[in-house]
């Protein structure tokens, strides 16, 4: 169900109202807080996000457009080509751009020559008053993304504001240790947790709102992925894809 609109940044919002009879609507007023956790967070497609506050911090650069700021701080989950684009990383990518990333070779194939920062599952690490730290990501019922290969979500706090990246994952024990303000999680089935299992998840993540992304049908998943999701989320948190492909 859909409940209540507000554009920040240029994203779309959608809050969904639970414990509704079949067919009823209501409009939930949009917490402020909300809007305030939100501001310089822009979604492209699939898991690509970028944050603009002290620092500016993509994550899975994926289908940017033409022109877009420069990273301070790139993170990448793991190696599969939605979520390593060479080509996106290159329209972004500054002589002091910071990488992070697992220690997967296909990633530092890729980033050699830069200024990579290797992590693991539980390590953290701090770029330029940005803390970082690595949460697993894997499948449990899938071959596509294999616990053994070592890859990651993040927890990214940049000022007062915390965001967890899930990554391609399940849902996975790690979740009832991640604690942040905004949680994205992947719902569009498939490779990830569909919606109702990110809802699943969401119930033990310790988070104040929680957004489905690696979703939606551009690449994977269904058109209303997202809605689905928000009907079965309390929390719910809805954001429009701006990439230009």
Known sequence: MRAGLFNTVGVLVIFSCMGLAAGENAVRKVPEEAKKLLKGVTWFVQAAVRIEAEKTIY???LRLRS????ADIILITHSHGDHLSPADIAKIAKEDTVFVCPNDPKCLSALKGKNVKVIAAGEKLEVG???IAAVSAYNLNKPY???SKGWVGYIVAVGERSFYFAGDTDFIPEMKDVQADVAFLPAG???TMDPEEAAEAAKVIRAKYFVPYHCGGTIV???DDAERFSAACPKAVVMEAVSAK
């Open 59 to 61: 994550v899975d650069p």
């Open 221 to 223: 998943g269904r058109k």
């Open 67 to 70: 022109v877009e700021k420069d």
């Open 129 to 131: 008053g940005v803390k």
């Open 189 to 191: 089935g498939k490779y």
């Open 145 to 147: 993304h294999p616990k």
